[in-house]
């Protein structure tokens, strides 16, 4: 078995937690990890550039929080890879393994004791772009800093869903419903399903609500031109992907790809969903 450890070098202090990730697994799986991460070459570890810890592992380990693993679920989802997530972060819907419990979540996974949970990914393109990006929690077009609200208008297959003058929108997966889109309105959706919610920003309107939509259709959005502030940032994941004006089109689909989520415990989404969010 090889294993892809990946960590998050601030929240991983002296990359202690990497350690003894490594030290448990010991000899009985091949340890990938990223070359800017050296630890002790007594351990036996293989350091490769990051872009090619994805070619030599059967299994990912992701130390840090959600944000970590939203950053390597793209590429651990394009290679088929199961992820388990060790929590260092303040939420850790993603990160099931709290440091604790780590000796005996490496023991289940190399012995084969556990399950997956497939999560969709959706790809964005921005007026064609190729290939796109991934994300796994949502897209968001969002104002300026300091700016006016925008106009933003939202089809699926060419038909208008609802026009949203608004500091933004938000276009979550069923995994990203309870990250931005559940803090501005948004509906709490069982991350096994498969569909879109688009959930406005500070709307200024008071009938609007979020929109379920169906997996199987594209969505596309679009600024209004009739708005004095008629540009937006566009994000994937939190991180910025462009900048975009009313001649630019968003186009999102669901990916082909998927992301396999290690579960070791009995605990239930719902059960995880009450700990974390009360």
């Known amino acids: 078995m090889k294993i892809a450890i990946i960590t998050n070098t601030i929240k991983d202090t002296g990359l202690a937690?990497?350690?003894?990730?490594?030290?448990?697994?010991?000899?009985?799986?091949?340890?990938?990890?990223?070359?800017?991460?050296?630890?002790?070459k007594d351990l036996g570890i293989n350091y490769v550039p990051y872009d090619k810890l994805w070619e030599n592992a059967d299994i990912a380990f992701i130390i840090g929080g959600d944000g970590t693993m939203l950053q390597a679920a793209p590429h651990c989802a394009r290679h088929k890879i199961p992820t388990l997530g060790i929590n260092f972060g303040k939420v850790g819907f993603l990160t099931e393994v709290e440091p604790d419990d780590l000796?005996?979540?490496?023991?289940?996974?190399?012995?084969?004791?556990?399950?997956?949970?497939k999560r969709m990914l959706i790809n964005m393109k921005i007026n064609g772009d190729e290939p796109g990006t991934h994300a796994l929690?949502?897209?968001?077009?969002?104002?300026?800093?300091?700016?006016?609200?925008?106009?933003?208008?939202?089809?699926?297959?060419?038909?208008?869903?609802?026009?949203?003058?608004?500091?933004?929108?938000?276009?979550?997966?069923?995994?990203?419903?309870?990250?931005?889109?559940?803090?501005?309105g948004g509906?709490?959706?069982?991350?096994r399903m498969a569909l879109y919610v688009a959930t406005p920003i500070c709307a200024h309107m008071l009938s609007v609500?979020?929109?379920?939509?169906?997996?199987?259709?594209?969505?596309?959005?679009?600024?209004?031109?009739?708005y004095p502030q008629n540009s937006a940032i566009v994000t994937a994941d939190g991180e910025q992907k462009a900048v975009i004006t009313e001649n630019d089109e968003i186009r999102i689909t669901r990916s082909k790809h998927e992301f396999e989520l290690i579960r070791i415990g009995t605990s239930s989404f719902y059960n995880t969903l009450i700990s974390k969010l009360s």
Do not use: W
């Open 17 to 40: 937690a990497a350690l003894r990730t490594a030290e448990i697994i010991g000899d009985r799986a091949k340890i990938f990890m990223s070359s800017d991460c050296e630890l002790s």
């Open 103 to 117: 000796a005996n979540a490496i023991d289940c996974v190399l012995k084969k004791q556990y399950i997956t949970e």
């Open 137 to 184: 929690n949502d897209i968001v077009v969002s104002k300026t800093d300091g700016e006016k609200l925008i106009g933003v208008e939202l089809y699926t297959n060419n038909e208008l869903v609802n026009h949203y003058a608004a500091d933004g929108l938000i276009i979550a997966t069923p995994t990203g419903s309870t990250g931005y889109s559940i803090s501005a």
């Open 187 to 191: 509906p709490v959706v069982d991350p």
């Open 209 to 226: 609500r979020s929109a379920v939509l169906p997996a199987d259709k594209d969505i596309v959005i679009k600024l209004c031109a009739d």
